[in-house]
């Protein structure tokens, strides 16, 4: 695997691949890699000639008082992992080489970033948007994955490629598992075994929001409420919302006849998890 630390570097290689007539796609991470992030990898692996990866926590995304600095990082394990795929190239710029001084362009989708995480996180998704769109530039792949995990990520990113005219297709990946249920995040790292615990009532909520569409609930007030239900019950999980909202535009509903995501951010101890289910009402 090839590791290249330069914007004008990694031009050269997509130059170069494009130039011989070969498809590039590309996973963008922070890296401390899981499971999620090698399903994403694999994927891409299959849809086209070359496999390139990015590693870069990047300051942007994170809010005055988050968790950039401590972010759990590890760059040699990260790339053992990626070589397993195998990624051809990894991009790996330090945080000067992405934002030069004087650097002042920011690339926002606006209206899908107001609610969910949004709410709670100002300047998140533009921090995100605008480094996905800076290292779309960079890498020049045809196809991007992303993990549906990251639900209104995924959205606002669909959203700036359709709005900018970006040539390239984005590629929605399934939310991978623990056995158990617990969606896979970086930041299941952060979790103390009885955090762990704790943290499976956020997909065990989804799952009684799931039942209660099955069982023929069409507002989206009832779902959100037997999602709430579980987290309520589960001591030590402090919830920072949870909303059933429309799968596409992410806009508030009442009754839904189309695909509705149900969406839960909360905290475990200290540490802030999400997770989504999308149900498709059946009839
Ligand atoms: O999902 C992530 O890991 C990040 O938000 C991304 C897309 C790599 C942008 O920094």
């Known amino acids: 695997m090839e590791i290249i630390e330069t ?8 130059e170069t691949a494009r130039g011989r007539g070969e498809t590039i796609a590309f996973v963008p991470t922070m890296g401390f890699l899981h499971e999620g992030h090698l399903t994403l990898m694999r994927e891409g692996r299959k849809r086209a000639a070359r496999l ?11 809010g005055p008082h988050e968790d950039f600095s401590r972010y759990p990082r590890n760059f040699d394990r990260d790339c053992e992992l990626m070589r397993t795929v195998p990624v051809d190239v990894l991009f790996a710029p330090a945080a000067e080489a992405m934002y030069p001084p004087g650097s002042q362009t920011w690339v926002e989708a606006t209206e899908v970033t107001q609610g969910l ?7 998140h998704f533009r921090g995100v948007t605008t480094v996905v769109a800076k290292l779309f530039n960079i890498v020049k792949p045809h196809v991007a994955l992303f993990g549906e995990k990251d639900f209104q990520q995924l959205r606002a990113i669909q959203r700036m490629v359709s709005d900018l005219n970006f040539d390239l297709e984005i590629v929605p990946v399934a939310t991978v598992r623990e056995r158990d249920g617990l969606a896979m995040s970086s930041r299941n790292a952060y979790l103390s075994p009885a955090e762990r615990e704790r943290a499976l009532a956020l997909s065990r909520a989804l799952e009684a929001a ?8 069409r507002n989206a007030a009832q779902l959100a409420c037997a999602a709430r239900f579980v987290l309520e019950r589960t001591p030590g999980v402090e919830i920072e919302y949870v909303e059933a909202v429309d799968a596409e535009s992410l806009r508030p509903i009442e009754r839904f006849d189309r695909p ?13 998890l999400i997770d989504n289910m999308v149900f498709t009402p059946r009839g």
Do not use: D, K
């Open 117 to 123: 995480c949004g709410g709670h996180r100002p300047g």
């Open 210 to 217: 799931g039942r209660s569409v099955a069982e023929g609930a």
């Open 260 to 272: 509705v995501v149900v969406a839960i951010a909360a905290r475990v101890g200290a540490t802030r």
């Open 7 to 14: 914007p004008a570097a990694m031009h050269r290689w997509a």
């Open 52 to 62: 390139a990866s990015s590693l870069f926590v990047n300051p942007t995304q994170f």
